[in-house]
């Protein structure tokens, strides 16, 4: 499965609707404020206080948290240019995410967003589909890049765990769908070398597309220390297991 044209969070405004489940998300981009001010005010000096400053969010969804980021940066931004008696610049917004995400959603609530800055600079919202695990922008086109709550998904399941056509899979994770206490060793070695392939892709990218004195803050999820099953981790697993499990006998 090809999963970036398949995988999204879940649109519109309902229920189960990300933008009605997304508060954790929220709280990890206000508990990174301060970094991301800091980095969008030194990203602007370091990159010359460029006329129009190019800002791209990757994995933004959708929902009320999809703009947060880039207004925490435009106001960071216009505070310094008070500051410096300076004409703050033009804002070039590029949002991010798979080719399903609710881009609708967002540009929905634009006319909000615009009438939060009265009398502030001119900003301008594009929204970009495709992977982060790849090329979205034209090269050194980019002052500053954040991300929140996105890299921690992986481009595609572990080769090692897939099972080719008439051989069997290199490592078997039966019955799971993460790293479990009694999963075999090669689970987590083969999710660590997945990481590390779409992590190193990820930068290789980035370098081509920022300019030089450009910046990015990335904020995304981790572990404590080395071991891949923390029991405090479990729970939650254990429970979409069982439910994706109980969801596929009833298909069958």
Not at 41 to 59: F, I, Q
Not at 223 to 233: L, Q, T, V, Y
């Amino acid at each position: 499965m090809d999963l970036k044209k398949y995988f999204h969070m879940n649109s519109g405004a309902g229920k189960n609707s990300y933008a009605s489940n997304s508060k954790i998300q929220g709280l990890i981009i206000c508990k990174s404020q301060s970094v991301r001010r800091e980095a969008a005010v030194e990203a602007y000096l370091g990159t010359g206080w460029p006329a129009t400053m190019s800002v791209a969010d990757l994995g933004c969804s959708s929902g009320p948290t999809a703009l947060l980021e880039v207004e925490d940066i435009m106001e960071a931004i216009e505070r310094e240019c008070v500051e410096l008696r300076r004409q703050p610049p033009e804002f070039n917004l590029l949002l991010n995410d798979l080719y399903g995400n609710d881009f609708n959603a967002v540009f929905r609530s634009l006319p909000e967003f615009y009438s939060r800055r009265p009398g502030k600079g001119l900003c301008f919202v594009t929204g970009v589909p495709g992977t982060f695990y790849g090329r979205l922008f034209a090269a050194k086109s980019l002052h500053l890049v954040c991300s929140s709550s996105s890299l921690h998904w992986l481009s595609q399941m572990p080769e090692e765990l897939q099972q080719k056509e008439g051989s069997p899979a290199a490592c078997v994770n039966k019955g799971k769908v993460f790293i479990s206490a009694g999963s075999p060793p090669c689970v987590a070695e083969a999710y660590r070398k997945q990481f590390h392939r779409d992590f190193t892709t990820f930068l290789r990218c980035r370098a081509e597309e920022i300019v030089r004195g450009g910046l990015m803050v990335l904020a995304f999820m981790s572990r404590k220390n080395r071991e891949a099953a923390m029991m405090e981790d479990l729970y939650i697993w254990e429970l979409l297991a069982d439910a994706l499990n109980a969801m596929a006998s009833e298909v069958c």
